[in-house]
């Protein structure tokens, strides 16, 4: 809940302040399982009818005198649901539904529409009368709407922040009942009939949702913060290894709110531990709030570190530390001439010491290291669960992404789940966080675009016609960072995305001040950015009102801008914000077949503002072997992109789009449902492209030298003596290619050129293709070999399992909701991938299992996600399979039986471990 909003809900405006000095009532729990779900209104009014306008759903579902729902509305508690479907949250109820030509692909052609959610709940009786009881809602989409016992307690607008709903004191008349049968009704209808992006965006309660309890004087959701400042010299020059300080300074903040009938007396005492549980610093502050009172701490710098016991920094290494930051307060009670202190709150936060600077010169510097961000930009959602994304199937993506290189996560273009930004803080991922609206509505697609709808439609974009931002787009804005502040990953705040920055409006400076200034109000360590749309649409110039007040400048695709801004505001770090949009599906070589779907990895991929960035490419050397397609295709769109970096020392690096494909935005229209842009398919299957990442992005040591071949199949490439163009990418000196053992260069060994490939054209002939590393002594550091399969005989299962220590992928919770992501794969008699023949797998489950989802990565299949078999797509599949509950409280452990079956092949059989 935004700052603004506590202050006028808890306080009243009153602060107070204190002085210095040198088993609590707080629960959180999961409140993801015992739902009921209906799909549309269980009247059939229309979706039109029953619009969010707060006057037309009153009128349709409530007592306008009293607010209680009336009799029949399914707010009502004695609403008859039992035949409403049991499901558990996370839960995307679009996904659910059946591909139709007739709806909009670049929406996923899937029905969006309206539903309801409810679930009959007990709580345990408070240790005080006046506790709080609070529902957190991590994200729901889209327009919600929350009862409790019959009465409205919260409307929530936005589909992608986090909302808290306070249930204790919704009602005097309907009090929440306490106790064994009690039997509590929560009632949330959400409308997912209205967009926010152009692309696929599902419907439901999407995230986790909490119960979460805290005493009448506690710490206010989202209001402990700590920020952790350097100021010793720094130990390591890498910050991919270890690095660590002799001297680093915490600087708590924290919001206590006191609803109790009487005033508060006591202390807050503050500790920081490591990772093995040690506590490295403590400190404790006196204070005094009034009945009703508001109270922000802040203890002041506590020091810790020394030449001994040195503080372990936070970096991009694949486990970097992490501390736990404690504050708990306890309250002082009299007894007579004594008194005693009871623990009344204790909130505690993973924190990571690190310092992280956007340079003019230097780029991005990270504990005094120049860092090029690698990143990605990433819509949410994944094949088979839709916007509903399993905590694993998030990790997975992030260490999948880690893996290859890369180690920045743009979250375009919207917040994401905690869950999300955990795994990038365990994984030393860099994280640019985004916030969805400005203004109002859809980003248009074309400068200019405008509308008449009223302001609280978001589906149409509605240009700004004052000075003044919108309350609740500033609220929602503040709260993306009162929830996320303390993840040491997030190393900048983006308040929009291209033509959703207000592109070239009069306004736009007016616009953005107020949004940092509501930003900077829950967190003034990191900067501020914007996604600036190309200079096209800025009239040709390289900044707007809007950019001016931004703290980075960022970029899409306009890659001539980075020198051309920096010659005129030399003050001012500047970078890519998104770049690349380098389009194929994974496994298809051919030219782009609008009717199935496919694009051609081989054909010009720039838009038109990209390719005109030829004045920095002019600056460097030409490739080493020429080739048709060494000037236009995916190979040419991704290093032009990453060239454009490394070529400039103040850039800070950029953002390809993206890194995985994402439903909807489907480039060619219908048949697809998803689209091309992907490093990753939609499945999580790595693209050719990522090869080249793996190359330029990963450390390249004698250890670590990889190399990669595309196309990467050498069964069906092209017809048999075609001409087919070969890409090699490695970090090796040199590079030779051998198809059938024939080396294919004439004369000396090529030359790698740096963040380049090679090309040879070669004629499509059965066999194998060979491609050998070599370092300056000559010697081979790396080889890949690519074989012709055969006839398909087996389908294989294996775990995908990206992760780092900490986790064992064919080890699942047995929660109801932890998960394994399956590969499937369609071998020959050699364990060959077989990419020409694919074919339907149907799964089977025994043992304390589920089937979560099913996927290939083919932007043209219209088979459901939701069901037990899946055709392979150039040889392979997804199947995602998640541990079971057998009811609402008890959870099943053992082992897990996995059988993908095809007709007249050899099944695959995996077992994964369900652990309680």
Known sequence: MAL?????????????????????????NKFDFGWRFHLGDPHAVSPDEFRRAATN???????TNTQNCTAGSPCDPTFDDTDWRHIAVPHDFVVEGTFNKSLDPNHGALATNVSWYRKTFDIATPASPNSLVYLTFDGVFRSADVYINGIFVKHHEEGYTSFVVFIHNASLKTPLRYGAG??????????????????????????????????ATSIVPWGFSVVATI??????????????????TLHPQFDIANAQHADFNGTAVVTLADDAGNIVLSSESTCRIPMGGFLRMTPGQLSFGSSTARVKLWNTASSPPLYVATVSLYEQVLHGNLSSDRLLDVVTTRIGIRSAVFDAERGFVLNGVKVWIKGTSNHLGFGGVGLAVPDRVQEFQIANLKRMGSNAFRTAHNPVSPELLDFADQYGMLVWEENRFVTHGVQPIAQGRSSSAPADNLSKYIPPTDKDADPRLLSDAQDMVLRDRNHPSIIIWSLCNELGCVANDPNGGDLAIQFKLALYAADKSRPITGNTVQTPYLGGKYVDGFSLAMDVQSFSYDYDAYAAYHAVSPWKSVGGGESCSCQSDRGYYGPTNRAKGYISMYSEQFPPFAARSHNVMSTLPPRMSPA???????????????KAVVSLPYVYGNFAWTGYDYKGETTLGWPDVSSHYGIHDLAGFAKDSAGYYEAWWRECTADTVGISISPNEWTAPASVNASVTIYVTTCATAVDLFVNGVRQSAGPRPRMERFGFATWEVPFVPGNVTAVGYDTTGTIVATKTIRTAGAPTHLRLTVDSPYNDRRNGSQVAADGQDVALLRVELLDDSSIVVPNADVNVTFSVSGPGTIVGVANGDPADHSPDKASWRQTFHGLARVIVGSARADDTMLNDGDITVVAHSPGLLSGRIVLEAVA
Request: with cysteine.
């Open 4 to 28: 603004l909003l506590w202050l006028s809900f808890l306080v009243g405006g009153h602060l107070v302040s204190c002085s210095t000095t040198s088993a609590t009532e707080r629960s959180r």
């Open 57 to 63: 759903f009153s009128d349709r579902i409530l007592d």
């Open 182 to 215: 009690g039997n509590n009704v929560v009632a949330v209808y959400v409308d997912a009939t209205q967009p926010e992006l152009w692309c696929y965006e599902g419907g439901g309660i999407y995230r986790h949702v909490w119960l979460e309890t805290a005493a």
């Open 231 to 248: 100021d010793g010299p720094i130990e390591g020059t890498d910050a991919t290894k270890p690095q660590t300080t002799s001297l680093a």
């Open 628 to 642: 048709p397609n060494n000037t236009t295709g995916l190979f040419a769109c991704v290093e032009r992109s990453w």
